[in-house]
Every structure is written in C-alpha cells, then in structure tokens.
C-alpha cells in the first residue's frame, strides 16, 4: 500500500495523534479522538501491517461512539480475517440496524458465508446488496459475485459478472486483476479484447487493462499486437514485473529466445528476486542449442526449488541430445526420485536403457511403469514384447497373467499368451488361447505378424486363423 503524501504539517499532526494513542494503549490514559482522526490512526497502522493496533482503533472508537456502523464493521473485518465469524456476524447485525445501506455489510456478510461453505447465502445476500446500491457502488459487488462463480467453477457467469463491474467502473483493479485470471479459464480471450479496448478507450493510462488486453492476444495467438500492448504497461507502470514475464513467454512462442532471454531477465529484477526465472531462461537456451548455458541456468532453478523435478528432466534431455548418456541417465533419475509415478520420465528412462542394452534395467523401469499405470494397454504389450525380443517367454507369460488381472481381458493380451505358449512348448494350450483370441477380435491377430512372425506362419496357426477368417 502506498504510502500518504503528507506536508510537514501533516507529518507532525500524524505524529502526535499516535503518540497519543500510544499513551493511551500503554497507561489507558483517556483522550478524545474525533472520528476522523481515529479513521486515520487506524488507516497508519494498516499500511504499517500493524493489525493488532488498528483492531484497537476500531475497539476505542466503538466504546466511543457505540452507534459507528463505520466502526462496527471495520471490526467485524478485523473479526473475520481472524475466523471468528459468529462474533463478526453480531457486529454486522448491529451495524445493520444504524445503517442498512452500508454495502460493506452486505460484502462481509457474503465473504463470511463463503468461508463457512455457503455459497448459495453468499449469492443471495449481494443479490440484496444489488436491490439498495448506488450504481457506482455496484461494481464491488459484481467483483465479489465473481468470486462465488469461480468457487462453483462456472467461469462464464464470473467472467460475465467482471465485465459488468468493469462497464461500471473501468478503473476497478480488483475487477481487473480477477479478469486477467477468469479469461484464461474461459477462454473469452475475443471478448476481453473488445471490453479492454472499449476501458482503454476510456481510461488510456489504465495498465491493468493493457496487461489484460495484451494477455488476450496472447490467447489469440496474435503475438506482435500483444508485445504492443505489454509496452504500454511498461511504458506506465515500469516495475510491474508480471508484464515482462508475459512479454518474455510470447518472445518465446515466436521463437525469439534472445529477447525472452532479455525479459525474463527483467522480470526477476524487477520482482526483486521473489520471482526465479532461470527455469524458463533454461529453456531459451535450449532452444538456442546453447547447452551449457541451459544446464545452468536449470541447475541454478533446482537450488531456488530442490523439489523442481522438470529441471532435473531438462538437464538430462540436453546431455541426450549431446549424445552423452550416462549423465542424462544421472538427470532422468533425480528427476525420477521428485516425481516416481512420472511415466514420461519412466519411458525416457527406459528408452535410453535400450540403447544401452541394459536389458534388466529395461524391464526393472517397465516393471515401474505397469505400476505406476496398469490401466494402460500399451505399457504392459512393450513390457510384454520386451520380453519377447530377449527370448524370456516364462516371464512373458507371468506378465501376460499379470496384465489379464490388472488391466483387462484385452485380445492382444491373449494371442501373444498363445505365442508364448508355443515358445514353451505347449502346442496344444497355444492353439487353444489362440483360438479364445480369434473369438474376442479377430481383427488384433495382426500383432502376431508384428510381434512373431514365425510363429503366425506356422500351419497350425495359418490354419486356425484362416477359419476364423471365413466366419
């Protein structure tokens, strides 16, 4: 929160107001405040995040004047930041009786019933506030409707319900930073560009409504318009550092990593270091091919967030694209150990074990991805073809057991049974699965011939298959 622009005088009148109120939290030494002195004494130790003080502010000024409704709820705010909402609610009823117009009743009201799970009350009482608010009061109102609609997960009725905040109030920042937010979840990015062109039109130094406008030709996919647009925030606003962010995601899109590279830069530095964008910066310099550059940057974003395991993960792709495999084995692994049921990093394991013909690590990681997700059919016919290539058809048929039990009694599962069969030996159990597969779906005997060849070719299969066919 900004600070007051106060003169001298201002400065000294300021001092002495809590000087005085200090003397009276202190000794409880009774003084009179007007209320406009309590407002700003309480308003001083907001912006100093002084919450304790201000509530007793708000305390001193009821036990003054019981009758404040501006007191009352200014307390019961205090109240409910603290969860403690019954007592909150009394105050509001009170407050009520001296001024039932006050909208910040009706808001605080709907936050409480938020908080206590009952958004359907929360609705209800803004639709009451809406009934008895001036016009230029309802945008707040509108703002907070949004909030109950995104809580129900219907992002069009609270996107609808910012654009009318927005038509009332284009200056509204709350409204503003919560349409940035709903857009994307709605995917409204057309009609944001026609409300914040028609807000700008209006309020042409409004920088939220720029960054908002920009973030919706990034939806468009429509780049230089939106880079035009994140210039204008930053040619108002220099230090809101989301803008840069952003600017540096569509330099990115459009392939420009120098200059995403320059922004992301920014970013960080203006954010004051809250915000770490070497993972990103990471990523530029991959697309640039400029490989030792990525891995540093992605090894100084893992030590900002040890639990970062997609920078392991890139480390590791860098070092396989150099060809250098060990070390992207080392990578995939950490990356691995961060997030174990990752089957992308389980799969890109096992594809580099393969070109290292490390067959037990292979089928240690397919093992690994079955169970990580047995539901899927195509992990358990790799881990179960796997086994065919290497000629361990025992295990072949533990695994094909396996499958059957976990995943389902899928035809593919019982032709290459009827093919293991055949590689132990057992002719006759062979030709039996095969012709209980044949009975399922025909048509996925084809992965004999990719799976098998020799063994789809033989007579006695040629000849089972071949009566299957005929019906």
């Known amino acids: 929160m900004m600070e007051p622009d106060f003169n001298d005088s201002e400065q000294t009148e300021m001092g002495e107001l809590i000087e005085l109120f200090e003397k009276y939290l202190q000794s409880n030494e009774q003084h009179f405040f007007d209320e406009d002195s309590l407002e700003r004494i309480l308003e001083y130790y907001e912006m100093r995040n002084l919450p304790e003080r201000a509530e007793a502010v708000a305390d001193y000024a009821i036990n003054q004047n019981p009758y404040s409704s501006d007191f009352l709820v200014r307390k019961a705010e205090f109240l409910v930041a603290r969860k403690k909402y019954k007592e909150a609610q009394e105050l509001l009823d009170k407050a ?18 938020l908080e206590t799970n009952q958004p359907d009350k929360a609705e209800a009482i803004l639709f009451e506030a809406l009934k008895i608010a001036d016009e230029e009061d309802k945008d707040a109102i509108y703002a907070e409707l949004s909030d109950i609609y995104e809580i129900q997960e219907n992002f069009d009725k609270a996107f609808d319900c910012l654009a009318k905040a927005l038509t009332i109030n284009p200056s509204s920042e709350d409204a503003l930073y919560k349409m940035s937010h709903i857009v994307d979840m709605t995917d409204k990015y057309a009609e944001s560009v026609t409300l914040h062109n028609a807000i700008i039109e209006k309020e042409p130094y409004a920088w939220l409504a720029w960054f908002n406008l920009g973030r919706a030709y990034m939806g468009l996919s429509l780049y230089e318009k939106a880079i035009e647009s994140f210039e204008f925030v930053m040619a108002i606003d220099e230090n809101f550092d989301l803008v840069y962010r952003d600017a540096a995601d569509v330099y990115f899109r459009m392939e420009q990593f120098d200059k995403a590279i320059s922004m992301f830069e920014l970013a960080h530095e203006k954010s004051g270091g809250y915000e770490d964008y070497s993972f ?10 400029n490989f030792k550059s990525a891995r540093f940057h992605f090894r100084k974003a893992a030590r900002q967030d040890p639990f970062l395991h997609e920078a392991y993960f890139r480390i590791g792709e860098t070092y396989r694209i150099e060809d250098r495999l060990e070390p992207a084995l080392v990578n995939y692994k950490k990356a691995l150990k961060l997030d174990d049921n990752n089957e992308d990093y389980i799969c890109t394991i096992i594809s580099i074990y393969k070109m290292l013909d490390r067959d037990e690590d292979v089928l240690h990681h397919l093992n690994l991805l079955v169970n990580a997700r047995p539901d899927i059919l195509s992990y358990w016919l790799d881990y179960i073809i796997y086994l065919f290539d290497i000629a361990e058809y025992e295990d072949a048929l533990h695994v094909i057991h396996e499958a059957i039990t976990r995943s ?11 093919a293991a069969l055949f590689y132990a030996g057992k002719m006759r159990e062979s030709l039996s699965v095969l012709e209980h597969a044949l009975t399922i779906d025909y048509a996925r005997h084809t992965i004999l011939y990719e799976v098998c060849k020799d063994v789809a070719m033989r007579p006695e299969f040629q000849k089972i298959i071949g009566l299957y066919n005929a019906n």
């Open 96 to 113: 009520f009786l001296f001024d039932s117009r006050e909208i910040d009743i009706y808001l605080l009201r709907s936050d409480i019933f």
């Open 408 to 418: 389902g009694h899928f035809a593919e599962y019982f032709y290459l049974q009827s």
């Open 280 to 289: 990103r910066i990471g990523l530029c310099f991959e697309r640039l091919e």
